[in-house]
């Protein structure tokens, strides 16, 4: 079906929200890799089978990722928002019976909540969601992503249609500036401004590109996979939106192929869109036309950066290039191209929908909008939350978090990637937006915030990031290619109990020369785990360096595994796991004893006791 | 591989250069690995270099230039495996099947690499083996993980 005009657009969200009955109940159940790997789908069809079995009219509406990881796999019995979590095969059955046809409530599947210990019913009683605000992924637990008709239902291409057939280009652009949106890839640069020196740059042949970025590469963050696999129809929406505004036909998505749902799910995403007069030529029937190709990425962290993307969709390795000539004059085969982030692309129908003074009233002066965090590492409820900018950063840990577990103790939290900084609980009254994480030498990046415990070294983690970029520099300027191997030599040296007066100072000179000299943002910004761990957690280091000691137990050079005599109870577990038969045993329901010179401090023993008879010094 | 194959993956992609990566991506679910004769094709095929060809094979860390094992074991080294212990998972792996990470077994049944992220992070530390996601692993599980793929 082609849509010819906005007005068909509109006739046919009528009709389809016609047929379709609010009240009526459907089933929810989240469909993102985190709960895929939990098995869902089994899940899904176990319900859809049991639906049919026991004769419910009910809808079992397989949806992308709702976000609460930590618990899944997720089912939710919609319209009333009844959230059940844990949901294993052998419950659904009870879901239909109980929940579909008599319409209570399945009591064992419910959220305890772990402070007052009261069952909560309703998705939005539960802390995790509460304290939230969802607009980018607030339709994620609604629509089936391969559904365009889902996506129409609740307003979907309202936006687009508004724009091409009632604002002009320049009006669109003026908007966006106006709303205040940053660019949610990490480096925070005003969106609008970014639009309007691409629109305003000379083509000799008129070509202009517009780009998303969905390479997303910061370890830990997650967010814009669960955009592009739940709700692909809101990015393309914004980048039709955005092409119309800076005069581009021709688009791509840069995706991770480590990422197969999503390049799935979007390429379906284009194919509808597309039958439907919503890309492609004449879109609307308003004489615009824009297309977009899907290049998968091949797994280079550097191509998240803009310059190195695109040598990439040249077909050319992901070297970045200095950029005294912007993208946006000069980008994608030497045309102006606009780059954006998947997120980004995501708040714009938003601002056209709403409206830039609606928008700019979430956040802070200098940040608007929602940001989505993925929420990782040492926390109760790992998960993707998105929350208005300017919240603070211990309401996100603790109130939406759920603090740390096993009731250890938070020692920081990691934002901003292998770019951004350890910022410790000193400052965990921070707002959280573009500016403050910089002034305390972290950053924004795409949003992966990572919780550590007293468990986790500062020093390793610093040298963790920097292997990383090691492996990952592209190796064309000198400053990163060998000042990044230079640091991560001595943060080697000071994790195995080399570390000598002097190292610190060391480390300082070669990040400020690499803050000052390399080339792209990669290598700019690597110095930042590195400079806050030292400024935060100093006496780690000092640890490290003068006592030989690593006070979190995690340098193996540095540590020695032991046998607790009272709480081992000779189970034997740790025999059998041992690798180099360094614990031997002692007869049955005797304390297990350990040989230090034979040990590898594998830590296979700390894993299967489950005595805490194994101490790690 | 056959010329035949590879001209129908080079059309697929309407011969543009600018689709290499997908090409070579293509051309690996095949064959494994990207053999020598396949990237002088493509090469040819679009016009480009062998050198230009190669330097993006050897670019990207999804491009293995050797073949690889019947089963590829990948473990996740993001942050938040990182903090919850994939480093030991890893080792674990490394000392169970005799490799290090970017290797083949001598028999052909495993691959072992490593990658940054895999944005599963609730299920951290994760191995992946053969496209399946193994979640909350530990040490000792690696063992009865390993036993799955013959």
Known sequence: MKLKSPADLEALTKSINDKRDPNKPYISICSGTGCHAYGCESITDALKEEVTKQGADVEVRTTGCHGFCERGPLVVVHPKGIFYQQVKIEDVPEIISETMLKGNVVEKLLYVNPGTEEKLIHESDVPFYAKQQRLIFGNNGHIDPTSIEDYIALGGYAALSKALSSMKPQQIIDEVTKSGLRGRGGGGFPTGRKWQSTRDAESEDGVRYVICNADEGDPGAYMDRSLVEGNPHSILEGMVIGAYAIGANQGYIYIRHEYPLAVVNVKKAIEQAEEYGLLGDNILGTGFSFSITIVKGGGAFVCGESTALMASLEGKPGDPRAKYIHTSEKGLWDKPTNLNNVETWANVPWIIDKGADWYSKIGTDGSKGTKVFSLVGKINNTGLVEVPMGIRLKEIIYDIGGGIPEGKKFKAVQTGGPSGGCIPESLLDLPVDFDELDKVGSMMGSGGMIVMDETNCMVDIAKYFIALLVGESCGKCVPCREGLKRILEILTAITEGRGKDGDIETLERLCSTLYDSALCALGGTAPNPVMTTLKYFRDEYDAHIKDKKCPAGVCKELITYSIDEEACTGCQRCVKECPTEAIASQGKKEPVSLDPAKCIKCGSCYDVCKFNAVVVR | ?150
């Open chain 2, 1 to 150: 591989m056959d010329d035949k194959k590879i001209a129908s993956i080079l059309d697929k992609y309407d011969r543009d250069t600018g689709q290499l990566v997908p090409i070579l991506q293509d051309i690996q679910d095949e064959e494994n690995y990207l053999p020598k004769e396949a990237l002088v094709q493509v090469g040819l095929g679009l016009g480009i270099s062998l050198s230009q060809v190669y330097s993006v094979a050897t670019f990207f860390k999804a491009f293995s230039m050797k073949p690889r094992g019947r089963h590829l074991i990948n473990v996740c080294m993001g942050t938040a495996c990182h903090v919850r212990g994939a480093e030991r998972v890893l080792e674990k792996i490394e000392r169970d099947i005799g490799i290090e990470a970017g290797d083949s077994t001598d028999d052909g049944r495993f691959s072992l690499e490593t990658v940054n992220c895999v944005g599963a992070c609730a299920l951290g530390p994760i191995v992946i083996v053969d496209g399946d996601y193994a979640g909350q692993m530990r040490t000792d599980k690696v063992g009865k993980m390993l036993k799955k793929y013959e």
